[in-house]
């Protein structure tokens, strides 16, 4: 249980009196204290988007192997790679829990927020254009929750649990599953291709304000590098979503 | 001088025979030198001469220093000029026939009393709860006594601006209490008369300002766009960098 101000005043008081009694310090008493205050909980939300803003980065270098016009050799041999190295399981497993974790806490936020403006709304708002990205980070959010369970269910369920046919690669002396041909298949699909392109701008703009934010929340900032990591930042959340949008959009208008 | 400015203004009225809600006044005789507040009292006096009830609104020096006027004057903390109080805004920036709608800083922190007034007195406990530094008793030392860096000191002062007005918490979406919090944490905290509290200051006015039912910042910044005082939402930083210190590495374990 947490101990407030004024019951550790108490509490210090009857240890004067009586020092037989010591007051006892526990670890989850000053920790928990901290992570469920206003700043605990936006650490949560950086140190998790941090991580996962790193996977982006080792996720496109991934998807980029698609871009090879070699019938899917490089990528067949990197998804068994990925689902097969213990470490990169072991990391995997951490990153659904980080993304369950920053959702969750997110929503939290958002909700205890919403509590804090209270019943009565302003008449007349003024939203700065710089403002847009930041005011809207949970809803940018939700739509990103959803891209990603319809993304796990239609590459990740199948990789794991589906019965993807086995072909062989250069990189392997053994048949690997073929997870190419359904990546292709749903890139020829023009509704399938939007839906990615529209999901990827959303993306861009939730990372828009979260990596400059996550410092900001870090306490990282500095008269020297707070400049470069908002130019850093811009051009992450262009460059990355804009990477991975580039992908689906080759395949559909060159190989399909 | 021209006194014939025409306005519209729509007003929230609470309180009284008012439950909550927009009511419409027309002023026909607006002069553009009036401040903000002047015009209102002018609304006011023809609302007593028509055995109306004034609107209540906050104000005090009227020269932009002691934070006690508020008003969202259409959606903005402290109307639609950079950098100045409700008080230092003159009719000049409106013109002939506008509509004007004024809503109190709406906050869960800061409930409406009446009309336009907030209750703001979370921000006083906030205060009491670690903006202090103690001192000794006796003679007052010289004033040069401690050396502090010209540049360290202008930052100081920087934050020292913040006259507690509120704006920041109207003006943010999540009514968070960040930039106020961390312009006081931030002003004693970078001096060396703040030292002795520093790790117990900002843990108690973190506490604070949570159990005050504000928001969470999320780094919208508009705190910092409405700010009559232009603090930074670098404080903001500094108060995280603080609290984190403090939480994690400092010897306090409850």
Not at chain 1, 107 to 114: C, D, F, H
Not at chain 1, 222 to 236: E, R, S
Not at chain 2, 62 to 69: A, D, F, H, K, L
Not at chain 2, 145 to 163: S, W
Request: charged fraction near 15%; aromatic fraction near 12%.
């Amino acid at each position: 249980m947490l101990i407030s101000a004024q019951d550790s005043v108490s509490l210090r008081t009857k240890c004067s009196r009586n020092i037989t009694k010591k007051p006892t310090h526990h670890f989850m008493s000053w920790f928990t204290k901290f992570l469920v205050s206003s700043i605990g909980q936006k650490f949560i939300m950086s140190l998790t988007g941090i991580f996962l803003m790193l996977f982006l980065i080792v996720h496109l270098l991934g998807n980029l192997q698609l871009l090879n016009d070699d019938g899917g050799d490089a990528f067949n041999a990197y998804t068994y790679f990925m689902t097969h190295n213990p470490l990169i399981k072991t990391i995997s497993y951490l990153l659904y829990a980080t993304i369950l974790l920053h959702a969750w806490q997110g929503i939290a936020l958002w909700q205890q927020n919403k509590a804090s403006r209270g019943a009565s709304r302003y008449a007349v708002n003024h939203v700065r254009s710089n403002e847009r990205a930041s005011r809207n980070m949970a809803w940018l959010g939700i739509v990103i929750f959803i891209f990603i369970l319809l993304h796990m269910w239609q590459f990740w369920f199948q990789m794991k649990f589906g019965t993807l046919p086995a072909v062989e690669v250069t990189a392997y002396d053994h048949p690997v599953k073929d997870l190419f041909t359904p990546v292709a298949a749903a890139f020829s699909n023009m509704f399938y291709v939007l839906f990615y392109v529209v999901s990827m701008v959303v993306i861009a703009f939730h990372l828009w304000h979260g990596f400059w934010s996550s410092f900001q929340t870090l306490g990282l900032n500095h008269k020297k590098y707070t400049p470069l990591i908002k130019i850093v930042g811009v051009a992450y959340a262009v460059l990355i979503p804009a990477a991975f949008a580039v992908i689906p959009l080759v395949f559909y208008f060159t190989r399909a | 001088m021209s006194n014939n400015m025409r306005l519209t203004l729509k007003i929230w009225r609470q309180g009284g025979k008012y439950k909550g809600e927009f009511v419409t006044y027309k002023l026909d005789n607006v002069n553009e030198h009036m401040s903000f507040l002047e015009m209102l009292d002018v609304l006011n006096e023809q609302l007593i001469a028509n055995r109306e009830e004034p609107v209540a609104f906050e104000h005090d020096c009227r020269e932009g220093i002691c934070g006690t006027c508020s008003l969202v004057i259409d959606g903005r903390a402290h109307g639609p000029m950079k950098g100045t109080t409700t008080c230092q805004l003159h009719m000049r920036h409106y013109k002939d026939g506008e509509t004007i709608v004024i809503e109190p800083f709406r906050a869960k922190a800061f409930p409406v009393i009446r009309d336009l007034v907030v209750d703001r007195s979370s921000f006083d406990r906030i205060i009491q709860s670690g903006g202090y530094v103690n001192v000794n008793t006796g003679q007052a030392q010289d004033a040069n006594a401690i050396p502090i860096e010209k540049d360290q000191a202008g930052e100081a002062f920087d934050a020292a601006a913040c006259i507690g007005c509120g704006a920041c918490v109207a003006a943010c979406p999540n009514a968070s209490a960040m930039l106020f919090t961390s312009a006081k944490v931030s002003h004693l905290a970078l001096l060396p008369q703040g030292m002795v509290e520093r790790k117990k200051r900002v843990l108690e006015m973190v506490a604070q300002m949570d159990k005050e039912g504000f928001g969470k910042c999320s780094n919208v910044t508009a705190c910092e766009a409405e700010c009559p005082k232009e603090i930074s939402v670098g404080n903001i930083a500094r108060l995280n960098r603080e609290y984190i210190a403090a939480s994690l590495a400092s010897e306090t374990t409850n």
